[in-house]
């Protein structure tokens, strides 16, 4: 068996009931199967929404001609660059 991890959350009676009969719609075989589903497209449409930049061609074009200006990093790269590693992103 995989690990899991458990989530433990108080909800308003109301919310509980409607998560209930939203699961039942859906065939889920349990709150618990909804509840992670939800969390599981949540969790990737926030993500793709925060971690992904798209831009139009023209916009791409401007920040490319701009990347292109100076090649030497200045103090506000540098200290992002710096913020980027101390946060662990790679």
Do not use: W, Y
Not at 36 to 62: C, M, P, W
Not at 68 to 73: I, M, T
């Amino acid at each position: 068996m995989s690990a899991t991890a458990r989530l433990d959350m108080r909800l308003q009676p109301s919310l509980k009931q409607d998560a209930e009969r939203a699961a039942t719609l859906v065939g889920a075989r349990s709150l618990t199967e909804f509840v992670v589903q939800a969390i599981r497209e949540k969790t990737a449409s926030v993500l793709e929404e925060k971690e992904n930049i798209t831009l139009s061609g023209r916009a791409f074009d401007h920040f490319m001609a701009a990347c292109e200006l100076d090649s030497r990093p200045g103090k506000t790269l540098k200290r992002a660059a710096s913020d980027h590693d101390a946060q662990g992103f790679s």
